[in-house]
């Protein structure tokens, strides 16, 4: 079929104008960013940085003024005009954070996704992304005055965002129908230009659905077991079926995570119906099948229990689908497991660090009894040109590097003093103070509230802390972000731990964000002077936030976990705690002794040692150290083209 797209349009606005708005090449692009907040700064904040949302609410006279430069536009659009190619690689994931503007994400796996379309875009490789379209995306944090923390759901107007609608040659949208035990699931496409990558999101909120499946793509990672299978269902088979709808047909399958494993098991049955029997159609699956794990904890995965599986895959298949089911099925649990049976089904999997290639081996072992599980890794990067602040360049003087990062704290100063004024104010706090200086040596945490991510770890000795905050010559500052899932006791406990602190004896020198996302993420990585991580060994799969900061320049100091293993070479941050304590409660101790130690005996002095000009010549060179460090190491660039030579390229 012939498939054409509705994107959003202006009749009194240059037509290459809406097309640079509509692909995301912007992201990365800051002249081009400059050039849309330019057109009307208060409209570029009110509508979260979504230069399509800005064009449409434009008034008149504003369009007027921007169609006389109608060939600026021309040539601008000429110079990004995208150049799509036929896939040979196709990209499933639950979610992408590409930018604040399509809040389709929750966090870090999100962001990983986003981040690989751009680098995918960057190095010209066919690739197409698979992912849901969340007509709420994830849900929304806010923080009482006694650090609560509650949610609620903002909906999105994809029609106003740069999102375009798949429709077919007579002008109505093209529908993907997934087969459910009990009816017929419908979902419409919406595409996003990444740059040269298409991502293709499946949006079931179709008045043709049962309301019960307009909900399943409602909200991400909300609602109950059968809530999440279904999601699970629309992306990997529904995702499948729109491939084959459009007539893409790749060579690889890269499922990001086991939600799209159902992708496998429905192409096996398509071939197994053409044929082949079980043993051939599960060869030639395999064979096109990449399968990347990022969860260190066997419960963190998905699991279903078969009775609730059963009737699904029964739908799908037609046939019988006890022998399918086997396929997730690992020693005595008998559920099924969708990372089981993606790794059952893949010829290439792999872990997101060295570390982490190492206990996913070690969890997986049952499925390879007599044999070392083929499991290797291949480590997490960023997108550099998304993360850098155009600032940041290591082949600046000490003196401008110095600079120009100061210039970025001030910059993540401003930006957490308003926000955290606006928290504040709605609880009816109308006086607030800066609580923040922009000189002062500046700490970032920001991660989900998860217990094993020790959040609380530097407050575990308050009377050693205050000290460290506080010296009068030396001062240091904390400034943290972070959700708790809505069904999260203990991390919203974290929370409130957090905030009490913030409100108490560390009033001043401790500020906790509310709803942490892309641009909150942006400003901590780019400004901060160390990025603090403080895992529980060795649950830490990666923990790419720690790759932003050092290639903006800043320091890590972090428990040797993920890709810190991988990254510290001495001079570019600290280590906390030993890599030889096993044991999570004697980390504990250890971490918070050897955290605190770090902070009195080298960072803060380092931080405040300064030159007849003021200027902290080692922190800069271990600055200088950090960024080259991370770039290309840990770049998505370099992810890419290694998921490229080793698992994409047969």
């Known amino acids: 079929m012939t498939v054409k797209y509705t994107c959003p349009s202006r009749q009194d606005l240059p037509e290459s104008l ?7 090449r912007w992201v990365w692009d800051d002249k081009l960013i400059e050039m849309f907040k330019s057109f009307d700064p ?18 008149a006279a504003k369009a007027e003024e921007l169609s006389a430069d109608k060939d600026l536009y021309d040539q601008l659009q000429k110079k990004f005009k995208p150049e799509f190619k036929t896939p040979i690689t196709a990209y499933f994931s639950m979610e992408y954070g590409i930018h604040e503007c399509l809040p389709v994400y929750s966090g870090g796996l999100g962001i990983l996704s986003g981040d690989h379309m751009k680098a995918a875009s960057d190095l010209a490789l066919p690739m197409v992304g698979v992912g849901l379209a969340y007509r709420e ?21 994809f029609t106003q965002m740069p999102m375009s609608l798949a429709v077919d040659d007579s002008g109505l949208p093209v529908l993907i129908k997934i087969p459910f035990p009990e009816a017929e699931v419908l979902a419409l496409v919406w595409r996003v230009d990444v740059g040269n990558v298409p991502l293709y999101l499946l949006d079931c909120d179709h008045d043709k659905n049962q309301e019960q499946y307009r909900q399943i793509t409602r909200s991400l990672y909300g609602g109950d077991h059968t809530m999440r299978i279904q999601q699970e269902i629309v992306l990997g088979v529904g995702g499948q079926i729109m491939l084959e709808q459009f007539g893409i047909n790749p060579e690889a399958y890269h499922l990001n995570e086991g939600h799209a494993a159902f992708q496998t098991l429905y192409r096996l049955s398509s071939l197994m119906s053409d044929g082949k029997s079980q043993s051939e159609a599960e060869a030639i699956v395999t064979d096109s099948t990449v399968f990347t794990t990022h969860t260190p904890v066997a419960a963190g995965n998905d699991m279903f229990d078969l009775d609730l599986a059963r009737p699904y895959l029964k739908t799908l298949t037609g046939t019988d689908v006890e022998d399918l089911l086997k396929l997730g099925i690992m020693g005595e649990d008998n559920r099924f497991g969708m990372p089981v049976a993606a790794l059952r089904l893949s010829r290439f999997a792999n872990g997101v660090s060295e570390k982490h290639g190492e206990v996913s081996r070690e969890m997986w072992s049952e499925l390879w009894p007599e044999k070392q599980a083929p499991i290797t890794h291949v480590t997490n990067g960023v997108h550099m040109p998304t993360w850098i602040a155009p600032s940041i360049n290591p082949e600046l003087s000490n003196l401008e590097l110095w600079n120009n990062h100061c210039k970025l704290r001030r910059k993540l100063v401003s930006f957490a003093q308003e926000k955290f004024a606006f928290q504040m104010k709605r609880s009816g706090v109308e006086d607030v ?10 700490i970032g945490f920001a991660r989900r509230f998860a217990p094993y991510k020790r959040a609380t770890l530097l407050f575990s000795d308050m009377k050693r802390l205050f000290a460290i905050l506080s010296q009068s010559e030396k001062p240091v500052q904390v400034v943290m972000a972070g959700k708790a899932h809505p069904l999260n006791v203990e991390g919203k406990d974290l929370i409130r731990e957090v905030w009490s602190h913030m409100q108490g004896e560390l009033k001043g020198r401790l500020v906790l964000l509310e709803n942490y996302n892309i641009e909150v993420g942006r400003h901590l990585v780019q400004g901060v002077d160390v990025w603090l991580n403080t895992p529980t060994r060795p649950v830490e799969a990666s923990g790419t936030s720690g790759m932003k900061a050092a290639a903006n320049g800043g320091l890590n100091l972090s428990v040797p976990d993920g890709w810190w293993l991988e990254g510290f070479n001495g001079v570019n941050g600290w280590e906390i ?17 050897s955290l605190y130690s770090l902070l009195e005996s080298e960072v803060v002095p380092m931080f405040y040692d300064r030159n007849s000009d003021g200027l902290p010549e080692k922190w800069v060179e271990w600055m200088r150290n950090a960024i080259r460090s991370a770039h290309p190491r840990f770049s998505a660039s370099r992810m890419v083209d290694e998921y490229n030579r080793r698992a994409y390229l047969k």
């Open 577 to 593: 705690g030993r890599r030889d304590i096993v044991d999570p409660q004697q980390q504990f101790i250890e971490d918070a002794e």
């Open 433 to 442: 103070p800066n609580i923040l200086d922009p000189d002062v040596l500046t």
């Open 42 to 59: 208060v409209l570029w904040e009110e509508y979260r940085h979504n230069p399509v949302a800005l064009l449409m609410n434009l008034d």
């Open 137 to 157: 995306g994830y849900f929304q944090q806010q923080l009482d005055q006694h650090g609560n923390q509650t949610e609620y759901n903002r909906r999105n107007i």
């Open 18 to 24: 809406m097309a640079l708005a509509i692909n995301m």
